[in-house]
């Protein structure tokens, strides 16, 4: 038997101001389209905004359906469309905030399993890491230098 050990190395802001402008402004835009996010039955707001290397920003936020699995995250979201409107771009930077309308998120929100797959798709086809910034409403953002950070053991069409 062996052992594995794994270190990953995410960047800790303690606030929206410690971060570069750039970053500060695409946090904003996902906290903008977090306010726009359709969750009457989670009442879980998540909004993602990506900066692609065409300086093109695209946007997401969840949308949830009463048939569940229906629904998509923000981050499902702002990919997806980014792959359909600028196939030939890569998505250097990510941005999310997410929110509950009962109780204030403190602690950055990673994006959930299904996403950090989709991200990883992306990741993988451009051959370019994603810079992901997260947050939850107010406090701590965190940043990882790629998603594989998020998903170290990824699987990929290497499987296939």
Known sequence: MNEI?????????????????DIQDLM?????????AYAPYSKFRVGAALLLDNGQLVFGSNQEN?????GLC???????QAGAMYPEAKIVKMAISAASDTNTTTAPIPPCGACRQSIAEYEFKQDYPIEIYFMGE?????????LKNLLPFTFDKNFL
């Open 5 to 21: 050990t794994l270190t990953t190395k995410f960047t800790a802001f303690d606030s929206l101001s410690e971060l570069p402008a």
């Open 28 to 36: 904003g835009q996902a906290v903008a389209m977090r306010k726009k």
């Open 66 to 70: 009463a048939a569940y699995p229906s």
């Open 74 to 80: 923000a981050e499902r979201v702002a990919v997806f």
């Open 138 to 146: 107010i406090g701590l953002v965190y940043k990882s230098d790629s």
